[in-house]
């Protein structure tokens, strides 16, 4: 029987070569693809799933939030990150919320193939090897979207949530869920630390 795969990503060039990449292989059915958490979820409510391929960095909530939120709600699906992000933090996060692999969006279709095949039969798959990494968070630049940088901008220049939603048109919902992913990525908890590695990085 195929496994059913579903792909979450904002980025519809990875959505489209990971189609690609899996279109030739008979026990593998793309049985769809959102480019946010809110699109994901419901689309796992409505259709069966074995395996959701899950983009760490997405615009509303993280792939890591995702992933915890998937595996309470529809436990059966089995998750694999999608990062940019070497690094062993993410893939302890990704596994702490229930992940079945972590994958860089540079593998090969081999490396595709085989952790679909390891967690379809209940084991992991990794192709980067965080236990033997020891990058620090303070030595690696995050990779940050486009309105995250705006917010950043914003939030550093003393704005509310209510004036940043405001001046960029967006809800302060949705601002809130910026400013968390922002405190993930750059692993702070105040506004002050924020602005502080934010310059840090040369974000600001």
Known sequence: MANKIF??????????????????SEDIVIVGSAENAFQAMDFLKKNEVDIAFLDINLPDISGMDLCKKIKTEF????????STFNDRNYVSKMIEN??????LKNSSKEEILQAIDAVSKGNMFFNVDYQ???TSKY?????????ELEVLKEIAEGLTNQQIADKLFISITTVSTHRQNLMLKLETN???LLIKMA????LI
């Open 139 to 147: 030595d690696q630049k995050p990779i940050l979207t486009r309105r």
């Open 98 to 103: 229930g992940a079945s692999g972590y994958l």
């Open 190 to 192: 105040n506004t002050a």
């Open 132 to 134: 033997k990494q020891n």
């Open 75 to 82: 436990s059966n699906i089995q998750c694999l990150a999608l």
């Open 199 to 202: 310059a840090k990085f040369d």
């Open 7 to 24: 792909i979450v990503d904002d980025h519809p060039m990875v959505i489209e070569g990971f189609k690609a990449l899996l279109s030739q």
